[in-house]
Each structure stands twice: as C-alpha cells, then as structure tokens.
C-alpha cells in the first residue's frame, strides 16, 4: 500500500482566539482556523486529509474544545501530532490534544453535546484585557430576571426564532439541557458567564438567546420574552444579536469509536 493509500485516523482538540480569523470553516483569500489547521497538518503530512470540524464557529467566536479529524497517510503517535502540528500553526492557534480514531470518523455526526459560554464584562469602562473575550455591558441588568428568563430556554424547542438570516436548515428544533448564569467566577468578580448544553445549536443561535436575555435584565424587552419567540418563530420576536468576541466554544462530548485510543497528554 503507497503512503497515499494508507490511512490512520487522528481527532485533535483545538483551541484557538478567534478574533483575527473568519471562523472555523475554510473560505478563499481569508484567514480560518480551518485553513491553517490544514496547513499545518499538510506541512507534517503532505497525503493526509483534511481536517472534518464538529462545530463550525463563527468569525471572531472562540474555543477551548473544538474537535476535528482527519486521516493521516503516515504513522506518528498522539504526541507526535501534537508537538508536530504546534511546530506549524500559528500563536492563536493550538492543539491541545490528540488521539488515534478509526479512519474516516467523522466527529461532527457523534457530537452528543456540546458547552458554549458566553462572557460579558459588568464595567461602565472598557478593560484591554477583555477587549476580544468578552462583551462589555454598562447597563444595570437583574440577574434574578435573566435567570428567570434562561429557564425558558431550556428543553426541546423550535429555535427558528433564534437563528440568523443565513441559516437556512429546515430541521430548527434543538435540546437545550443548560442555560444558566454565574457572576463573579474566579476569573474576574466582574464577569457574567452564561453557559448554554445542548446536543446541537443554530447558527447564531448564541449569541441571539445572549442579546434576548440582555435585553429582558436591561428592562428593554419584557420577561416572557423568549417563550412568546419560541411560540411565534419569528425572529423579530428575539433580541438582539450579542458581539461575537464574547462568546467561546467550550466543550462537546463525543461518541467516540470503540478502538479510539488514549489522549496526549493525558486527562
């Protein structure tokens, strides 16, 4: 068998800021997170395949956990990849972590949930250092409010209400099992983190539950707001669009295949 024919499967964990990229899917003559990953897996292993993502983030929307495959046409163990890949990706870019998969696995059909967090800034001021992490609002907002409201969110529901113009999917009904709200976490008393599980999520559908709940805190859209959108379907229904530096792609949880191997560095 050529070394073009061969074939040994790889899933990385990628993180990445994605501010100065145009998201995670490849496009021509701009910069994504796709892009380069491929680059760098091209650079290691000129026959290998693309890289297959799990969740295609958005232009300037983070990760710490975004997972993609690819075939290699060549052996090198987990650690190899990871140290290899590093070697060619750029400073907003990283593998974290990398283990052997059954050729062809394609993650994005074994996603069984996926965590993302979207963090605002409470400061009438800006602060450089969470200039492209997080959306400053100076607005009073009622956190006993917005908590009321996010449990609106929770369950199965028809998201259509929830979903930017450029999606087009005609299946819209989604799970959501989490959405909730912390204030003061240990990385800064002055961040709102909210945090949305579910087992698949619309595009924008984020950072316009994130605008909506703002909205109903602030007073500017009354509480009940996201069961009347949900009912209606109509986007006109839902908040605003929230920025989307604040929002990071935290975790997805896998069905992973039988003979996947261990990750490096170990968990």
Known sequence: MSPAEARHGVLLEVAYAGTRFHGWAAQRDVRTVEGELAGAIRAVDPHASTPRGTSRTDAGVHADGQLAAFDASVAIPPRGWVLA??????????????????????PRFAAKKKRYVYRILLDRVRDPRWQERAWRVGWPLDHARLRREAAA???????????????????????????????????????????????????????????????????????????????????????????????TLEHIDLDLPEDAGAPWPPR
């Open 85 to 106: 890949l590093n070697q060619h990706l750029p400073d907003d870019a990283c593998v974290r972590s990398a283990r052997s998969v059954s050729p062809a696995f394609e």
């Open 153 to 247: 969110v929770v369950g199965t529901h028809d998201f259509r209400a929830f979903r930017s113009a450029h999606d087009a999917r005609a299946e819209t009904v989604r799970t959501v099992s989490r959405a909730d709200a912390t204030v003061g976490t240990g990385e800064d008393p002055r961040i709102l983190a909210l945090s949305f599980e579910g087992n698949a999520f619309l595009y924008n559908m984020v950072r316009i539950l994130t605008g909506t709940l703002v909205d109903v805190a602030r007073g500017h859209r009354p509480e009940g707001t996201i069961a009347r959108a949900l009912a209606s379907g109509r986007r006109v229904d839902a908040g605003m669009t929230a920025p989307a530096a604040g929002l």
